[in-house]
């Protein structure tokens, strides 16, 4: 291999290891680590210095000197400048390992964990590989006296305009198609997050891929009067969403949506059916964005649990609850109020009895007493705060099944149970995020 020159925007040739977190290929270098953006493990590639560091340096594909078997043509004309897909050049089955080889990556370097336990680690394909997103969030900005919306450019707050997005489902799609027409119509500008100023901040669409609902949300800077809000009705009504909703979010930064949101057309909440539950959710919970694919993870977390009393952390609109409470007492923790009013009313409509409780998980475990039989956690990207895994251990709970959508932090959290005495019995991947580089796992831990 040619060695890297040190100058920025020079062009070297490498060999590309493995992938990184973030997409990019890893190439090592006597100078050190290389990201090479657009390029795969197992090629050989031409690429350009962008940036170096004092430990790395990041690059950029400028040829593929010796593709990938795995590499296709990417389906999206945007592919490479939005940041929303980073694995479009491969093909999926390419995909799936890859995910499991970044699970394993995380579990053996930052877990610490031998890597024989990671040899049958599988990641078990979306059914749907493409349209199967039923949440999507288009940031809107003014760009030279027009309202422009789409998808972030990758790394940045600039805006690639888009037409549609297929990894987003039908019903999204054609949502966006409707409200894009509308939008010139309206009376706002765009947001810009520079400035702070501009009225519209972000489109919020969600769908109920298996009830055919859809919400639509407009986010906007601060209050709007009686004119605005009827233009953003009769915006929202061409798309025709079983509700619509509006977020005021009067925050400067880049958080999407504010705390308080007014319903205009329909009750501001949507169902989508999983298996056989139904789940009411708003603009503001969360849900989870492959609907088919959630059903085959939450059968499988499900199917993990042992013992008659379950404590669920970070529960939700209680999706994920339905299934642990066919067979369980189920305690449930949720610190944001609305999701936990939306379980309250889902667990009713199910017919489930389930202990609710709208706290935070790490102040909530301080005043939990119980002897679980398991623990099931679904942590944010930020994984869990140090007190719930010592809570964990604290109550001498033989068996946690932790719910992770980031292997970096499910790597750091099994590492602090497994000082705790815990060992991994099992662990699988699902992939929750076609074309992109996210994956979601399942680890059972046990005492
Ligand atoms: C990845 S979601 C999982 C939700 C649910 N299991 C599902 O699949 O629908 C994480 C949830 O944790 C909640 N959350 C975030 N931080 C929390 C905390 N410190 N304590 C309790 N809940 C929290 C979020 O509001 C969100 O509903």
Known sequence: MERPRTASGETSRFEIERLSSDGSGIARTDRGVVFVSGALPGEQVDAEIVQRRKDFALARTTAVVRPSPGRVVPRCPVFGQCGGCQLQHVDYPLQLSLKAELVRDAMTRIGGFPPELFEALECVPSPLPWGYRNKASFPVQSLRGRIVTGFYRAGTHRLVPLKRCPVNAGPLDALYGTVLRALPSLPFSGYDERTHEGKLRHLVMRA????????????????????????????????????????????????????????????????????????????????????????????????????????????????????????????????????????????????????????????????????????????????????????????????????????????????????????????????????????????????
């Open 208 to 447: 109920g891929l298996n009830t055919g609902q859809t919400l639509l949300s407009f986010v906007v800077n601060g209050r709007l009067a009686a004119k605005g809000i009827k233009a953003l009705v009769a915006a929202g009504a061409s798309g025709r969403p079983t509700t619509l909703t509006l977020n005021h979010n009067s925050k400067p930064g880049n958080v999407i949506l504010g705390t308080h949101t007014e319903p205009l057309i329909g009750s501001g909440r949507i169902a989508e059916r999983l298996d056989g539950w139904t789940l009411e959710f708003d603009t503001t919970s969360f849900f989870q964005v492959n609907t088919g694919q959630t059903e085959r993870l939450f059968r499988y977390a499900a199917e993990q649990v042992r013992g008659t009393d379950v404590l669920e952390l970070y529960s939700g609109v209680g999706s994920l609850t339905c299934y642990l409470a066919r067979g369980a007492r189920v305690t449930a923790v949720e610190e944001w109020r609305s999701a936990v009013k939306m379980a309250e009313r889902n667990m009713e409509a199910n017919g489930l009895e389930v202990r609710t409780l709208c706290a935070r998980a790490e102040e909530a475990v301080g005043d939990l007493h119980g002897s679980y039989g398991t623990v099931v956690v679904d942590p944010p990207r930020d994984g869990c705060d140090r007190a719930v895994l010592e809570a964990i251990h604290g109550f001498r709970v033989p068996r946690v099944v932790y719910v992770s959508c980031n292997p970096a932090t499910l790597a750091r959290d099994a590492r602090i149970l497994a000082g705790h005495g815990y060992r991994l019995a099992s662990i699988r991947s699902f992939d929750m995020f076609p074309q992109t580089v996210h994956v979601e796992t399942v680890a059972v831990l046990e005492r």
